[in-house]
């Protein structure tokens, strides 16, 4: 039986949405993995999967593999849906409500299209390298699920980069009660909320990136 099918050749072709899909899968057995892989990422039909040669399935979920374990690059930019998405561009202007919600959803690939619409937002105005994006609204998050996967990752891999709390950052633009909420914010250890939880959050994400079992 012939079996056509588009493999991703680069994470700016697998979105949050099936990465988040995959995530939530419950297996160990590499065959079942493997088949997972297939049918989510080349977007096909169990049945099709199943019918397809074994050294096809290996020799493509080897291809995905190693598109997930290498180091990725910030994305500033990206169109998704027939919008230009970019980057939020000053981390220090962040508000309150931002930090909290990015603090919060980062550390949960659930609710990862949270996290990413503080972080990328459609554009309004842009001339050369320079843009401005959209007001935070966190009833747009639905919209995230859709983006690609390289812009995920580089987000955050900028961010364990970074090497500083984004606290140090957020503390230095606020003032008075707010500055006096965000310390308390990140004491709340027992409910897994505060940067530091978020950033080893994210080492883990770093350190369990590649998808198939060894």
């Given amino acids: 039986m ?48 199943r019918s397809m040669k074994a050294k096809d399935i290996t020799d493509i979920c080897v291809i995905i593999n190693n598109m997930f374990d290498t180091e990725h690059q910030l994305i500033n930019r990206f169109q998704m849906n027939g919008k230009d998405y970019g980057f939020i561009p000053d981390l220090e202007n962040m508000s ?7 603090d919060t959803f980062i550390g949960d690939w659930d609710k990862m299209e949270k996290a990413m619409n ?8 842009s001339l050369k390298d320079k843009y ?5 609204n966190i009833d747009t998050s639905e919209d995230l699920i859709d983006m690609p996967m390289d812009a995920v990752l580089g987000a955050i891999f900028f961010f364990w980069n970074l090497g500083i709390d984004l606290s140090t950052v957020m503390m230095n633009s606020l003032e008075g009660e707010q500055a006096q909420a965000l310390m308390e914010q990140q004491t709340l250890e027992e409910n897994g909320v505060g940067i530091k939880a978020s950033m080893d959050y994210l080492k ?11």
């Fill in 2 to 49: 012939e079996v056509k099918l588009s493999i991703p050749t680069s994470l700016n072709e697998i979105t949050l949405g099936q990465y988040q899909e995959f995530s939530k899968l419950d297996i160990t057995k590499e065959s079942e993995v493997q088949s997972k892989m297939i049918e989510i990422f080349c977007k096909v039909p169990v049945e099709v999967v």
């Fill in 96 to 102: 309150f409500g931002e930090y909290v919600d990015l």
């Fill in 204 to 214: 883990g994400i770093l350190d369990d990136l590649k998808i198939l079992p060894n």
């Fill in 118 to 125: 503080v972080l990328y937002r459609p554009i309004l105005v």
């Fill in 132 to 136: 401005s994006i959209e007001d935070y």
